[in-house]
T-cell receptor, first 113, second 113 residues
Framework: EAGVTQFPSHSVIEKGQTVTLRCDPI?????LYWYRRVMGKEIKFLLHFVKESKQDESGMPNNRFLAERTGGTYSTLKVQPAELEDSGVYFC???????????FGSGTRLTVV | GQQLNQSPQSMFIQEGEDVSMNCTSS?????WLWYKQDPGEGPVLLIA?????ELTSNGRLTAQFGITRKDSFLNISASIPSDVGIYFCAGLNYGGSQGNLIFGKGTKLSVKP
């Protein structure tokens, strides 16, 4: 089966611009997660979708971040406007049910300059 | 919030040596997971532990879920150059609105041939 796919793999944008990250989970996986790793720190949870519904968005840093999962398939994470501290690697993961080990994508490395 | 203390932060070892790393937490988890991340890739699940006291092996890897449910260790025996990478522990409590992974900061492993 195809794994979790993330696009783009790298993005360099200027402070104040908008960036949209995309994640295609493994087909049939209802659970989709977004995580972020800022350099030198741990990978931190951002939010969790079950199908198209936001199950838990307690990790979203602020209202500059907007995640959607229309139709319960792929998900997008938009950062608007981007700030320098948003730089990091954004990972998406999916699982068939909670409690399983998740499958991660390769991540999107975001650099805000 | 919940935090995991992972140690050591980095290790430089000779090929053939054994490696040990561990994670501790002030709170309990239902599941402990160990992931490995190669450069430019997302974390890949190595071992999942679901019961307190459980000892599980995957080839040269062995991991244990502590009896108190607050700690876990990962051992790698007879290391080889391809073991190089960053190893992350992660704790998981699922059920209800929960389901997100709490990660340690990672152990960076370097292996000298």
């Amino acid at each position: 089966e195809a794994g979790v796919t993330q696009f783009p793999s790298h993005s360099v944008i200027e402070k104040g611009q908008t960036v949209t990250l995309r994640c295609d989970p493994i087909s049939g996986h209802d659970n989709l997660y977004w995580y972020r790793r800022v350099m030198g720190k741990e990978i931190k949870f951002l939010l969790h979708f079950v199908k198209e519904s936001k199950q838990d968005e307690s990790g979203m840093p602020n209202n500059r971040f907007l995640a959607e999962r229309t139709g319960g398939t792929y998900s997008t994470l938009k950062v608007q406007p981007a700030e320098l501290e948003d730089s990091g690697v954004y990972f998406c993961a999916s699982s068939s049910r909670q409690g399983n080990g998740y499958t991660f994508g390769s991540g999107t490395r975001l650099t805000v300059v | 919030g919940q935090q995991l203390n992972q140690s050591p932060q980095s290790m430089f070892i000779q090929e053939g040596e054994d490696v040990s790393m561990n994670c501790t937490s002030s709170s309990i988890f239902n599941t402990w997971l160990w992931y490995k991340q190669d450069p430019g890739e997302g974390p890949v699940l190595l071992i999942a532990l679901y019961k307190a006291g459980e000892l599980t092996s995957n080839g040269r890897l062995t991991a244990q879920f502590g009896i108190t449910r607050k700690d876990s260790f990962l051992n790698i025996s007879a290391s080889i150059p391809s073991d190089v990478g960053i190893y992350f522990c992660a704790g998981l409590n699922y059920g209800g609105s929960q389901g997100n992974l709490i990660f340690g900061k990672g152990t960076k492993l370097s292996v000298k041939p």
